[in-house]
């Protein structure tokens, strides 16, 4: 996965133990069967490899474990890439397509218009 794919959030449980810890960091959580586009991945130092999403943004905290202030990452296992294209490259696709159709029209219109 990479910044701009389209993923869906295939786990957003919050284990119970772990509950009051999520709720302090995360004013915004993930939703299950939700399509998202990721903005960043962040390694977390090594320890788990995290994303932030372009429909999600929460304050930066401190993290101890980090060292540092930074917003909170949602773990990378919680969602699944999309292999489908996004509804905006259908679009663009489509538009091209319609261009280049017009295109070849009118120049058959002209074609017949000065063969007369």
Request: overall charge negative; proline content about 4%.
């Given at each position: 996965?990479?910044?701009?794919?389209?993923?869906?959030?295939?786990?957003?449980?919050?284990?119970?133990?772990?509950?009051?810890?999520?709720?302090?960091?995360?004013?915004?959580w993930v939703t299950k069967?939700?399509?998202?586009?990721?903005?960043?991945?962040?390694?977390?130092?090594?320890?788990?490899?995290?994303v932030l999403?372009?429909?999600?943004?929460?304050?930066?905290?401190?993290?101890?474990?980090?060292?540092?202030?930074?917003?909170?990452?949602?773990?990378?296992?919680?969602?699944?890439?999309?292999?489908?294209?996004?509804?905006?490259?259908?679009?663009?696709?489509?538009?091209?397509?319609?261009?280049?159709?017009?295109?070849?029209?009118?120049?058959?219109?002209?074609?017949?218009?000065?063969?007369?």
């Amino acid at each position: 996965m990479k910044p701009g794919d389209k993923v869906i959030c295939i786990n957003a449980t919050i284990d119970p133990d772990k509950s009051e810890e999520i709720r302090k960091d995360f004013e915004i959580w993930v939703t299950k069967d939700k399509e998202y586009t990721i903005r960043e991945i962040l390694d977390n130092n090594g320890i788990v490899p995290g994303v932030l999403l372009d429909e999600v943004h929460n304050l930066p905290k401190y993290f101890k474990l980090l060292n540092r202030f930074q917003e909170p990452a949602f773990a990378l296992w919680r969602f699944r890439k999309l292999s489908y294209a996004t509804q905006t490259e259908a679009v663009e696709e489509e538009h091209e397509l319609v261009e280049v159709g017009t295109g070849t029209k009118k120049q058959t219109e002209k074609e017949k218009g000065t063969g007369r």
